[in-house]
């Protein structure tokens, strides 16, 4: 294996010309080839593209999907989102333990297959789903899954192990995979018809400065939750002092419940590539980075050959657009698994190959983002909106939606309805028109943006999708009648636990705890100071913690316990001031057992 070891590593660093900024790049394909990235590799891999052993530690324990310990030949990760546990995960982690003899966590003792739990792929409308080798399997049943071990064993390619495939671009040769588009409701913005080339076109005929207030006219906010107008951010951008500006794409839609980029990626990725090349023109970059989720790696190869195209037509590269001295490239770096990334700080630490931390602010990264630049950093659908607006106008654009909230919003909507899928709606729609639209009418509850945002109850319903009332990203899971909701939030909660990065000690610390309490209430040992002292810990969280993960991370209590806290009280022990969840009795049984002793308990004395 040394021998081995340093040859791969050596000739994937080289792969990268040494670039520090694609570390993780170096770690992905030494880890592909060798099966993991143990310490000697760390060691070897620093040496190599002269960094510390330390700082490429670092990296390789931060992101999911990189591991010290061998992850098998063929690694399955599966999801263990809210979705997944709704339609059935359970049983078919429990198909895939007892086919391959091992449980989740762990690898089989020939090294051939590993079983790994994972959060959100972005499969949410049609869970369970899993990745095995980069390849997603979704819609998965016992039965699929006792196959899909069958077919390791017999050393199949993963690939050949797709039986089917979905819609559109999915079907094409780059990208061959089952996932379907689900796209149920087409809207005038984004998934109009669009002719490649015509965007950037619009664009070329005007001067930067007019292109920055064509999209202010037009009240276009950030579609990746937080709603900053993108044409101040631009502004921002462009007349910030640096050698070079940058361009950056959040395709790390790591929120669950969220994948209405996968589809865009997959069906518009030109739409996208235009629009992220407008931004270059006004901001006057050169360069713009499309930062890919790891769990939407299958879609890589497809992007590239989308980018190759555009190249070929004069769309991209020297003189894009055909715009005499404006020349724009983009390139795509991909996540390694980490939620952290989609905050936009900790996104362009990833891009420069570290940690994904948040960095302090100010400075933002219209100041100072990537490699220290300015840097404008928008989500996927502000860049195919962008295309739009260059088309259509602004005043065209702000004429759709409301006052505060201009334009469509894409969704993602999965959970307990029978048209699961991606809808453009208009802002301002109701959820109670979004409820009807997607045969959902029977949900109890519907949690707007995803475990980071709020889980409302009928009285709600008739409140709006919008920056000013219901802001969302675009994640939208219902409820029926017959939900656990706390076991909804347990769920949303450990994986909040997960994810936090670790910095601050709210966020590191306060999860836990909310969790910890959370199940003390669950399992009966509640009281009404529990619900009080969760109350104020949601509120210390949210106000103490660093990052937007931290400020946001208690809404899965702090939401259900403002609109639905009579589920909480009816698992509380009212009137009783204090119950221990500690089961003192239980914790000495097994010790009592090897010592052939009666436990002598408090009570008894």
């Known amino acids: 294996m040394g021998k081995k070891m340093v040859t791969v590593v050596k000739k994937a660093v080289e792969r990268y010309g040494k670039d520090k900024t694609r570390l993780l790049d170096v770690i992905r394909d030494v880890q592909s080839e060798l099966g993991c990235v143990s310490n000697d590799t760390i060691a070897e891999i620093a040496r190599n593209i002269n960094l510390s052993t330390v700082d490429v530690d670092g990296v390789a324990t931060f992101y999911h999907f990189f591991s010290k310990e061998p992850v098998g030949k063929y690694s399955v990760y599966l999801n263990n989102s809210v979705t997944a546990m709704m339609n059935g995960r359970t049983a078919v982690a429990r198909a895939f333990s007892e086919a391959a003899g091992i449980g989740f966590g762990k690898t089989t003792s020939d090294g051939l297959i590993g079983l790994f739990d994972t959060s959100c792929v ?7 789903a899993a990745i095995i080798n980069g390849v997603v399997f979704t819609r998965l049943t016992p039965d699929k899954a006792k196959s899909l071990v069958a077919a390791m064993k017999a050393g199949k390619n993963v690939q050949d192990m797709v039986k089917e495939t979905g819609d559109g671009a999915n079907q094409s040769e780059l990208i061959k995979s089952m996932v379907k588009n689900n796209i149920r409701k087409k809207g005038q913005v984004l998934l109009a018809p669009f002719e490649s080339g015509s965007a950037i076109k619009a664009a070329l005929a005007k001067k930067p400065e007019a292109v920055i207030e064509e999209v202010k006219v037009s009240n276009l906010r950030g579609r990746g939750g937080a709603g900053f107008p993108t044409g101040m951010k631009w502004d921002f951008c462009r007349k910030a002092v640096g050698k070079k500006h940058f361009v950056v794409c959040n395709a790390d839609e790591g929120e669950p419940g969220t994948f209405k980029d996968r589809v865009i990626l997959t069906e518009i990725p030109e739409m996208l590539f235009e629009g992220m090349a407008i931004g270059g023109y006004a901001v006057g970059a050169k360069l713009g980075i499309l930062y890919l989720r790891a769990e939407y790696m ?28 404006f020349n724009f490239d ?21 891009a420069e190959g570290k940690r994904g931390e948040p960095r302090n602010r100010p400075p933002f990264p219209a100041q100072s983002g990537y490699m220290n630049q300015p840097t404008t950093v928008n989500n996927v659908e502000t860049y195919c909106a962008v295309s739009r607006i260059m088309l259509q106008g602004g005043k065209w654009f702000k004429a759709i939606g409301t006052e505060q909230s201009s334009g469509t919003k894409l969704l993602s909507v999965s959970g307990d309805c029978n048209k699961p899928g991606v809808y453009e709606v208009e802002f301002g729609t109701t ?15 519907v949690q707007v943006g995803g475990p980071s945002g709020n889980c409302i109850g009928s009285k709600d319903f008739g409140r709006k999708i919008c920056f000013s009332d219901l802001a969302t990203g675009g994640s939208m899971i219902l409820f029926g009648q017959n939900r656990d909701l706390l076991e909804m939030v347990r ?31 669950m399992e009966g040992h509640g009281t009404e100071s529990d ?25 899965p209590i702090y939401t259900t316990l403002q609109n639905f806290r009579d589920v909480y009280e009816a698992r509380i022990n009212k009137g009783a001031d204090y119950l221990t969840s500690f089961d003192l009795a239980a914790s000495v049984a097994e010790s009592c057992k090897v010592a052939n002793r009666k436990p002598i308990l408090h009570e008894e004395h």
């Open 122 to 128: 972005g499969m949410n409308d049609q869970e369970p």
């Open 330 to 350: 983009i390139e795509i770096k991909m996540g390694a698994g980490a939620y952290i990334c989609g905050e936009e700080s900790a996104l362009i630490e990833s």
């Open 531 to 555: 619900l009080k002292e969760l109350e104020s810990w949601c509120k210390i969280v949210k106000s103490m913690s660093r990052c937007g993960l931290g400020q946001t991370s208690p809404n």
């Open 298 to 325: 299958y879609l890589q190869k497809y992007l590239e050959n989308v980018l190759d195209k555009l190249r070929s037509k004069k769309i991209l590269g020297n003189n894009a657009g055909g715009k005499k001295g």
């Open 431 to 445: 959820i109670q028109s979004l409820l009807e639209m997607v045969d959902g009418t029977s949900a109890k509850a």
């Open 491 to 521: 769920n949303f909660m450990e994986f909040f636990a997960e994810e936090s990065c670790g910095w601050c000690v709210p966020c590191r610390a306060g999860n836990v705890l909310l969790l910890n309490k959370l199940e003390k209430i």
